[in-house]
């Protein structure tokens, strides 16, 4: 069974920057593309970052573009989002998400094209 553990969220004035972390057991993690989702209060979950199986190619929701940028580290099994210059309307609860077919590009952007979910690690944006 694939098990996602996301850290690295906290309370950051605007402008500043967070790096979140999704790590990966159960199964062959390099051989999945990743995903990061979001969800603030009273909103639908939105999707922020995708990468490839192979890191090789990577998408952004127009909001994060410039600003946010995912990575991963297939030695150490884990994902990561660098969010720079954050702002307010950043703030939100953030899941990471794998495939559920392996060797899937940057390409998924809905949440439905994901099978395995975190809890999600919480993000606050003061201004």
């Known amino acids: 069974q694939v098990q996602l553990v996301e850290s690295g969220g906290g309370l950051v004035q605007a402008g500043g920057s967070l790096r979140l972390s999704c790590a990966a057991s159960?199964?062959?993690?390099?051989?999945?593309?990743m995903g990061w989702f979001r969800q603030a209060p009273g909103k639908e979950r939105e999707f922020v970052a995708t990468?490839?199986?192979?890191?090789?190619?990577?998408y952004y929701a127009d909001s994060v573009k410039g600003r946010f940028t995912i990575s991963r580290d297939n030695a150490k099994n884990t994902v990561y989002l660098q969010m720079n210059s954050l702002k307010p309307e950043d703030t939100a609860r953030y899941y990471c998400?794998?495939?559920?077919?392996?060797?899937?590009?940057?390409?998924?952007?809905?949440?439905?094209?994901?099978?395995?979910w975190g809890q999600g690690t919480q993000v606050d944006v003061s201004s």
């Open positions: 998400a794998a495939t559920g077919v392996p060797f899937t590009s940057a390409t998924r952007t809905r949440g439905s094209e994901y099978d395995y």
């Open positions: 159960g199964r062959t993690f390099s051989r999945y593309a």
């Open positions: 990468i490839s199986w192979s890191g090789g190619s990577t």
